[in-house]
Every structure is written in C-alpha cells, then in structure tokens.
C-alpha cells in the first residue's frame, strides 16, 4: 500500500490486515483512508493531488475507503481527483468516530467489534480481485447519496469543518497527547500550558477527541458525554 491516512486507527488497522494479505507489486498504488462527509478528508485530497504525476503512472490503482454507514458519491469524487485513474475502489464498515453533532455518537461496543468482524471477513475477496488486478466498484452509497454528497458535503465544510469550537476542560492534565498525536501537527500548548488548537489545517479526525485519555477534549456543546472510539479488535 503506498498511502494510508487514518484518523482514530480504524483504516490503520485495516491497511495493516489487508497488507498481511497482498503485497503490492512496485506498478500498483494502492491507498486506504476514512470517508468524511461523503467524501475525503481534506489532507487525503491535497496529497493526492500533489502526487498525481506519480500516481498516473501506475498500471493499476486501487482504494479502500472506511466508513462508519454509507459513503454517498466519496468514490466517484476519488475518481475525479484521481483523473479516471482508479481501477477498484471499496468501502468497508468501521465503527463510527463522528461525534460533533447531535443524534452522532460512537457506536455500542458489540457493534464496533461486529463491524470490524465483518469487515475482516471481507479483506480475503477484496485482496483476491486486487491481485487479478480486477476493475470493481464495491462500495455502500447508502440513501440520498448525491444529496449527502453534492449538498450535505459542501455545508458540512463550510461551517463543521474547523478546530475553533475545540477545548480541553479545567480536568485537562496537559500530558501532550493531543500535540503529539495530531497528525497534522495543528495542536500546540502556549505558554500557560494551556492546548492550543492552530486554525492551519484541521482535517477533522478527531484523534485528539478520541485518544485523549482523560477524555477531556470537547467540540463545542456536543460531544458532552459522547463516546470514544477506542476499541481493541485484535482481542
Ligand atoms: C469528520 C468525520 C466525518 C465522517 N463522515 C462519515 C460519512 O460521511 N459516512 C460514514 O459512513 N462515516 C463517516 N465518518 C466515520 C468514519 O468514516 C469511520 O469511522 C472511519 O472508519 C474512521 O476511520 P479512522 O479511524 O481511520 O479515522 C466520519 C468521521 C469523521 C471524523
């Protein structure tokens, strides 16, 4: 696999399992990340983008996208980004990490390990035709989708899409987690030790809200009392 964004660790462990099943040959590019609003995260379009080039000269591309329900049109706006180039394109279940808005939370722990169950029952299929080198659309667009996509989407980058409603509360520890775990190194502590969110390039992944083991980190006025996706499904 050549890239693998993850937010909370669900598409990390599914290019570790699915890697343990190919090994891409040097000429495939194979890439696995979450689906965000129906769509890709923002940091796994611009490096996309940036390595086009690289990317066109594949002879054969392929994606697995997480989800935590349905992904809308997430794979036909990869095709776009993409230029045409994507052979094979998947979506696979994961438990939900979206948890900013109301009726949103993570799912029920026999629901996550159920998901994550399936979902590595799927990977055997799915390394097969990525070995044939087959062209498959496979992929859970749930209802509505070119309204989640094409109207949902856009709103939800407009005003959701952003790390100012972030705040530790007063039982924050200041242990760093947060700092050293953003992936886009858009968290810092100013000089009161208080956690800083950058306003640079939140891409909305939410590591920080999940992986803080204090559970201090909020959004806003929802994420009170909202779960963490924190599970182990290698157990
Ligand atoms: C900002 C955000 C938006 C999301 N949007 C969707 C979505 O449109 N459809 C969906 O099924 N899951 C959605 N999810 C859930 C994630 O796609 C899913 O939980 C994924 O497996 C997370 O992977 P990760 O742990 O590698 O970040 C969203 C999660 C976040 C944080």
């Not at 066109?56 to 349905?70: F, H, I, L, Q």
């Not at 049109?73 to 052979?87: F, P, R, T």
């Not at 279940?93 to 390990?113: Q, R």
Request: charged share 30%; with cysteine.
């Amino acid at each position: 696999m050549k890239y693998c964004f993850s937010g909370t660790g669900n598409s990390q462990w599914v290019a570790d399992k699915l890697e343990g099943l190919i090994a891409d040959k040097e000429d495939m590019f194979g890439m696995i990340f979450p689906v965000y609003a129906w769509g890709l995260p923002k940091v796994v379009e611009a490096y996309l983008k940036e390595h086009i080039e690289d990317i066109k000269r594949a002879n054969y591309v392929y994606a697995v996208m997480t989800c935590g329900d349905d992904i809308g049109y997430a794979d036909k706006i990869l095709n776009d980004v993409l230029e045409g180039k994507l052979d094979a394109v998947f979506s696979v279940h994961m438990p939900n990490t979206y948890v900013c808005l109301p009726g949103f939370d993570v799912d029920k722990d026999e629901v996550a390990h159920r998901k994550a169950k399936e979902t590595l029952s799927r990977l055997p299929e799915i390394a097969e035709t990525i070995k044939r080198r087959e062209k498959k659309t496979d992929v859970c667009r749930g209802g509505m989708p070119w309204i989640k996509t094409h109207v949902l989407r856009p709103l939800f980058n407009k005003y959701l899409l952003t790390d100012k409603y972030f705040f530790t509360t007063k039982a924050c520890t200041h242990c760093k987690k947060c700092v050293k775990g953003c992936p886009l190194e858009n968290i810092t502590m100013d000089e009161q030790r208080n956690v800083v969110w950058k306003h640079e390039n939140c891409t909305g992944c939410l590591r920080c809200f999940h992986r803080c083991k204090e559970n201090v980190i909020q959004f806003g006025r929802f994420t009170k009392n909202k779960g963490q996706n924190i599970h182990d499904f290698d157990r």
